[in-house]
């Protein structure tokens, strides 16, 4: 495992960098991308190192990693609005591909089935971290066997889409790219952001690995990455 830790102030140019760099070398990148809070100032800077032409997601593939199910389309909180609203409209070209997650069909079993064949040789997986362990939705429980699947939601999920991404209802299931296509992608990131994350940062690092903290499992992957700002490694050993 790489643990790069960064003041917040450059944390995200460091990520956006790493990330443009994939792109030129590989620009038929297949890469799951994550919503959340925590990649919103990367997504700003990697639209900058666009415009700018050091990179292009013309001919990548993007993956949705985790949706919501019951929140109706254009839902402030549904992941496929907020990964177009913050990345994907503000590309000059869009990438080759877009999977978002369909959660409005009916058999929301059968879309989740459908991912998990769109989240099959990936790249890249860019992965943000709850502050129960979760990664996409991922609760706990979550199995590192697990395939793309509909999961029940821990409260503090259903409770964050109300409270810090302004669901306009309170969801009680998710679709998430299950952890054992993130741990067979080429590449792994974890990107930890804040003070509020720096004890299940330590949870999921240093402590053994376990159901109960899915991050935890993410250290089998042969190439994961940490991106940390000092805030959230203030409780790592180093
Ligand atoms: C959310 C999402 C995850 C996200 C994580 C961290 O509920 N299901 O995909 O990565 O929790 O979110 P944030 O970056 O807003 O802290």
Redesign the pocket.
């Known amino acids: 495992m790489d643990l790069v830790v960064r003041p917040g102030s450059v944390w995200a140019e460091r990520v956006a960098g790493e990330l443009a760099g994939r792109l030129a070398a590989r620009p038929s990148l297949r890469i799951c991308l994550?919503?959340?809070?925590?990649?919103v100032p990367v997504y700003d800077a990697v639209v900058a190192l666009v415009a700018d032409g050091a990179c292009s997601f013309e001919g990548a593939t993007v993956v949705l990693?985790?949706e919501w199910v019951g929140l109706p389309p254009g839902d402030p909180a549904r992941?496929d609005t907020r990964i177009r609203a913050q990345l994907i409209d503000r590309l000059p070209a869009p990438p080759a591909a877009v999977h978002v997650i369909d959660a409005d069909d009916p058999w929301p079993g059968a879309a989740a089935a459908r991912h998990d064949v769109e989240a099959r040789n990936l790249d890249l997986v860019v992965?943000?971290?709850?502050?129960n362990g979760?990664?996409?939705?991922n609760e706990p429980g979550s199995r590192p066997d697990d395939p793309t699947r509909l999961v029940r939601l821990a409260v503090s999920?259903r409770e964050?889409?109300v409270a810090?991404?302004g669901a306009t209802r309170v969801p009680t299931a998710?679709i998430?790219v299950g952890l054992a296509r993130l741990l067979e992608a080429g590449e792994c990131w974890l990107?930890v952001?804040?003070e509020r994350?720096a004890r299940i940062l330590r949870r999921a690092l240093e402590e053994p690995e376990g159901p109960d903290c899915p991050a935890s499992y993410l250290r089998r992957h042969p190439r994961l990455t940490v991106f940390a700002d000092e805030a959230a490694a203030g409780l790592l050993r180093r």
Do not use: Q
């Not at 994550?34 to 990649?39: F, I, K, L, S, V």
């Not at 992965?127 to 502050?131: E, Y």
């Not at 979760?134 to 939705?137: E, S």
């Open positions: 994550p919503t959340g809070d925590t990649p990693l985790d992941c992965l943000g971290l709850g502050l979760h990664i996409g939705f999920s964050a889409a810090r991404y998710g998430t990107l952001t804040g994350k």
